[in-house]
């Protein structure tokens, strides 16, 4: 699946993220840093085709510290992709200027979606992949960091959606990478800390992660979604699946209405909209009152509009 030679391996990796920063230089060159002032609205995105003529997006996953060792799971989910019939090729984090370059080439030639994934070190790949991007005035569909390391920049104005699924209390990982102010994409963040069984060196390999990763790579072309995009976070409680929603959708209470019936409505846990909005679950709404709810873009189940709750 590698398409470049791997690089020397070097022990001096486990000397911790910033180390890995100053040993590679990934993303540090200052030309790279600060993109050319090409305005975000002005970004290149694939020509517009009709659905069923819409380009398969092309994804780049990238491994983290010692990956043959640690992030093994990156490579399976690699194989799925493929399997779903993505172009999807997975590299060490190490190259991560030298795939940017390649991928800038491939872009050029024949536009298509673009993916980024990447486990601890090479979720920060993922995210400075994305600047480098940017600063080339091209567009990223989809940006997926997995415990990225607590060096990672905020997310670019070019992305148009991105998922962080981290664990806070890592040390390894625990990377929890915001967004750059005016970014107006699809933003969200999972905390799984409170999940014990998952750690920095199995997260990637969780099978309900790898599973909704890849439904979402083959949907991309096809989830689209109406209204505003509402960030959100959420802390994944010990028991809850694990559903990575893409972002919140605002709606509005009406007489009557509280948290829970909201979450009836739109068929969401009522954890989920309590943490988004921090409210209390049981009481009643102010008519009017904003709500964000998470959403899927491609939604597993539509929903109707909330009525009020008849008392």
Request: hydrophobic share 45%.
């Amino acid at each position: 699946m590698e398409r470049i030679i791997n690089p020397t391996r070097v022990a001096a990796v486990l000397l911790g993220a910033v180390g890995f920063v100053s040993l590679i230089g990934v993303g540090l060159d200052p030309a790279v840093a600060q993109p050319n002032g090409v305005a975000t609205e002005a970004l290149i995105s694939p020509p517009s085709t009709p659905t069923d003529a819409a380009p398969r997006a092309r994804a780049y996953l990238f491994r983290g510290a010692l990956g043959p060792f640690f992030s093994r799971g990156i490579d399976r989910l690699t194989e799925r992709l493929e399997e779903a019939g993505i172009t999807a090729s997975v590299y060490e984090f190490t190259i991560c200027r030298l795939i940017a370059s390649q991928a800038i080439e491939d872009y050029r030639a024949n536009p298509a979606p673009i993916v980024l994934i990447g486990h601890s070190m090479g979720g920060f790949c993922a995210v400075k992949f994305a600047e480098i991007l940017e600063s080339e005035g091209i567009r990223v569909d989809l940006v997926v960091s997995i415990d990225p390391a607590h060096v990672t920049p905020d997310v670019p104005l070019n992305v148009d959606r991105f998922i962080n699924i981290f664990l806070s209390k890592d040390v390894l990982g625990g990377g929890d990478v915001k967004a750059k102010s005016g970014f107006k994409g699809h933003y969200a963040s999972f905390d799984l800390s409170q999940h014990e069984e998952v750690t920095h060196i199995n997260i990637e390999k969780v099978d309900a992660i790898q599973q909704q990763l890849v439904t979402k790579v083959v949907q991309l072309a096809a989830a689209k979604a109406e209204g505003g995009a509402a960030p959100i976070r959420c802390v994944i409680p010990a028991k809850a699946p694990i559903d990575l929603w893409d972002d919140g959708i605002a709606v509005f209470a009406r007489p009557g209405d509280s948290l829970q019936s909201i979450a009836n409505a739109y068929h969401v846990p009522l954890w989920s909209i309590t943490q988004v909005n921090k409210g209390a679950d049981r009481t009643p709404l102010v008519p009017g009152e904003r709500v964000v709810v998470p959403r899927h873009l491609e939604p597993l189940v539509e929903a109707s509009v909330p009525e009020p709750v008849k008392r």
